[in-house]
């Protein structure tokens, strides 16, 4: 089996081969640190943390290194210090304790780096010093830019020609631009915010140079994958790739920056891409508090990662009935240990395509089919190869039991508890009436009552 991962510049799936297997680089852009984060942010913490896991399985948990960046200087921050009238860091260190928990919630394991921007400050410079030296940037009226003409395969990862790219981009009109498409490295800081001394002046860095500086120092050069979402394909990635080849000592048209760049389609909210600027968000921290971190997980990966996909609530309620099935199959085999072995072929053949996460949901199901309708010792084969194949994708680590009690209160929890104990005792008596009775009561509470030759289990019923 392969791992064959789409790549954003070569516009093909190519097989996977990293630049030393004892050694698997991966980058994913990640926060800017001002705010509760929406679904739309998880969806590519979600999406690489499978590839996270699966590059783990295969070339083993130490030779895969992962850094995703905090933005933890920038407009937002600032402005949100300055209500507040506390240092950047006040707000940065409580949105990142939140946004880490947040995503933990979602099964995201932590990656191996998580390099702040404020903490790469001198790497940062240092680069940009190097661009000043290799005369891929210059400065002008306090300000540092890239020059993009010294870049002739500026274009080649986003594949758009430079008027479109100058058409299409965010890019300030200002006199001391060499070219419309040249982007800030160094930039003055205005007054109250941050700033750092450099060469060129106190300021702060531009935008780009952040992630450049952190990939160099985190991993180093080149890495072999470099993911985000579609949106930052241009000018991020863009502009992020051609400063971090112009900085190298060899910065030649045969240098490599990244060897697969990997994007994610958009979650859409309704019509339109979901976004705070436009306020149509679902905030993490608000739907963990709403429905287990395990339905949310599914509902990001029921979709390929390169495909937009829209969220709703119904989306949010099947992906729950989905996991009800595989921990139903669990829940009814809790008398079975489960055999230790690893995911199954089909399950693996799934994820390697490209990460197709719809078909390993697939081979989830077959599994537990399987696991139903299988007899004696192979039940314990049926039940390890469910687990290891969910586990695998970030799902099924819950007990059983509690999956199907989620959110029911300690104290309904000890009623139902007392309940299910006085009627499993009354059947034993053959009190039919008093069974009938207790069964009526817990019916009056919402449970539902599953009989087995060990006792008896139960969940809150479905709403109709």
Known sequence: MTLNLYDTMARAKRPFVPHDPKRVTMYVCGPTVYNYAHIGNARPVVAFDVLFRLLRHTYGADAVIYAANVTDVDDKINKKAAEEGVDISVITDRYLDIYNADMSVLGALRPTHQPRATQTM?????????LMDN????AAEGHVL????????????SGHPMEDMIAGARVDVAPYKQHP????????SKENEPVWESPWGPGRPGWHIECSAMIEQSL????????GGIDLLFPHHENEMAQGLCAGHDHGGDAEYARYWMHNGFLNMGAEKMSKSVGNVALVHELIAQAPGEALRWALLVGQYRAPLDWTEDLIEQSKKALDRLYGALRRSSEVKAQATG?????????E???????????LFAMATALETARGEDRAYAKGELLASANLMGFLFADPEYWFQAGVSD???????GLIADRVAARAAKDWAAADRIRGELTALNIEVMDNPTGATWRIKEQA
């Open 146 to 157: 890239f020059n993009t003409q010294s870049y002739a395969d500026y274009g080649k990862l």
């Open 411 to 417: 104290e309904l929890r000890e009623k139902v508890d």
């Open 353 to 363: 395509d490209d990460l197709n996460t719809p078909a390993a949901m697939a081979e």
């Open 135 to 138: 005369k891929a940037a210059y």
């Open 122 to 130: 001198d790497a940062i410079i240092a680069m940009i010093g190097r």
């Open 181 to 188: 498409a040249d982007f800030v490295l160094w930039k003055p």
């Open 343 to 351: 995911p199954s072929v089909a399950f693996l053949e799934a994820l």
């Open 220 to 227: 180093g050069l080149p890495i072999d994958i470099h993911g």
